[in-house]
């Protein structure tokens, strides 16, 4: 199985051909792409301000942050944190625990999974 490429349609799994991996390849970087670019229209300054920090600060502080921190890091008022907050997560590029508090936002956790990782910057993180 070594060096093959699997599509997922459905419940079933089919092996890709070596002749189309690098038309497929094409088609996912093109998707990718066309993906980020509606992702960045979505979201403001704001937006990538507060998830960007989640995501630096989770590996850091290893624990759930709250809304109350972020507000006070980003110098934004709480109600408009808590918005965004709200908006990020229906996007599902983050989760809150009961307490409004951040647990996850894409692609970090501060909850302990069996997937580890080593940032260039010396942190460790769960991986989702």
């Known amino acids: 199985m070594k060096d093959k490429l ?12 070596n002749p189309l991996i690098p038309i497929l390849s094409l088609i996912g970087k093109k998707i990718a792409k066309t993906m980020e670019k509606r992702l960045h229209n979505a979201m403001s300054k704001e937006h990538h301000a507060v998830h960007d920090f989640v995501v630096k600060e989770l590996p850091l502080i290893r624990a759930p942050i709250s809304s109350e921190f972020i507000s006070g890091k980003l110098y934004l008022p709480i109600d408009r944190v808590k918005k965004i907050l709200r908006k990020l997560e229906r996007m599902i590029l983050l989760d809150m625990n009961e307490q409004g508090e951040v647990t996850w936002a894409y692609p970090v956790t501060a909850v302990k999974t069996p997937h580890q990782a080593i940032l260039s910057s010396g942190g460790q993180t769960y991986i989702p």
């Open 6 to 17: 699997f599509l997922g349609i459905g419940k079933y799994m089919i092996a890709v051909p």
